[in-house]
């Protein structure tokens, strides 16, 4: 009961950052480090390194096939990381549960595989404006490979998918439509259930990219209704080299796999092989053990705080970053306003463009206050371009970051803004000018 | 790490702010444009250069640039434009990407150096690239 209370209480970052050791240094000599960049990679806290430390300090051998000790124990460390990350999102079976290198490889295996064995000339994949390069490349290779036609599920100027005229886009030839959970520029946290329901409806099959929602909300692919689902290992606490691949059993069992090699094969003759059974049908190769024993780890580390909580205190950062920011004067804030839509239409990070300077300008000039953000254009090019910008300057927050990191934030931010307002600056003249 | 007082120097912020011919060049002969993939920095250079028809070498007779991104790699065209302007094509080509750091000044990340030397790969270019 009192623990049901604890979790339930809101949570204190100032709590939580012993855990991480990282977060405890100053950087440009005495600035202590701010980091508002976990949508690109979080820190890991000390459970975490711990786990991977103690795994090739006692447990450490490959994995399934070894007949002694440490590979058992091995076995039994990387098949309780897949069991953890099962109940993580909710699956049915285990052996839905793949491990991948990471987002980016989970999407590309769906592709050359599912894809490869369902998708033809003329069919049509489904996409968003609001996609990373990781959700956006496969598929025009796939499209490249098969003579498949991409298209766009329209986005308001604001950021928000127009999920009311899914219905136009899902035609009888749509195949799939793979989108993001959410979008790690503008931050908007997407209707993934009620785009899941109407793709089910019209027989189309749907890969959610939730290498953003997976960290900071509670995901279950029951609830959400997906077919797929692709996340990342480091953005969650996380190792770098392992993530996840959920696939609906039915469709992993039809899909053949992609990676051909070692551990994915029941048997090999001397011309031909018969694939092995789910899951290590698509594992090819020596997984990774380690980095995915330590996600299991993250996995327990994120759930005794509570998911619930992480996102809440998400969203209280979101607002104050939000009414801090549009303060400043010449800034536009991407992606929709909490203020307007309310705080569940954004997940944990504000993107920004001044009128000057430019973001890499911004984030080196922060830099040197000990903020660590990211500029440029987070690998989502054609979102860019549609916003009519070049490049965008991304500050994000997770369950280790404070209220008063974000007020260094604003006020780093503020300054930088003075720094560069014109002020008659004149060259020194050195040849014949205009 | 380079501080913020090193790779903003005035001199920098001098011609980020009041830069050596910016703008579309009028009779421009040769021109290019590139960007930084990374970043999204763009500059265009646009050169009329005189083709050394009446004898001697070919030269820049003038240039100007256009583009959009960082301090870095906009202050890094003025001052290269504003180095090569009436040179001949040759030194143009003499012109090292270490003598373009060195024009520059402050030291800078491998990352930082492609914003400064982004328009230097540019002119290179354009020297070559009749319109």
Redesign the interface.
Known sequence: MRLAEANNAALLPENLRDDFPILAQTV?GDKPLVFLDSAASSQRPRQVIDAIVHCYEHDYANVHRGIHVLSERATDGYELARRKVKEFIGAEHAHEVIFTAGTTASINTVARSWGDANVGAGDEILLTPMEHHSNLVPWFQLAERTGAVVRHLPMTAEGLLEVDRLGEFLTDKTKLVAFTAVSNTLGTVNPVAEICRQAREAGVVTVVDAAQSAPHMATDVQALGCDFLAFSGHKLCGPSGVGVLYGREALLEATPPFLGGGSMINRVYDDRFTPADLPAKFEAGTPPIAPAIALGAAIDYLQAIGLERIHAHEQALVAQAWERLSAIEGIRLLGPSPVEHGADIRAGLVSFVLDR?????IA??LD?EGVAVR???HCT?PL?DRLGI??STRASFYLYNTPAEIDALADALAGVRER?K???????R??E?? | MPSEEEIYQEHILDHYEDPFHQGPLAGETHAHEDKNPLCGDVVRIALKVDDASKGGAAKIVDCAFEGDGCVISQASASMLLEELCGKTVDEVEAFSAEDMLKLYGPRLTPNRQKCCLLSWRVIRQAVHSPV
Request: no cysteine.
């Open positions: 440009h300077p430019h973001a890499h300008d080196q000039l040197n500029a440029g254009h090019q860019h070049t490049a560069f014109p002020s008659g600056r004149k060259r020194r050195r040849v000018d205009f």
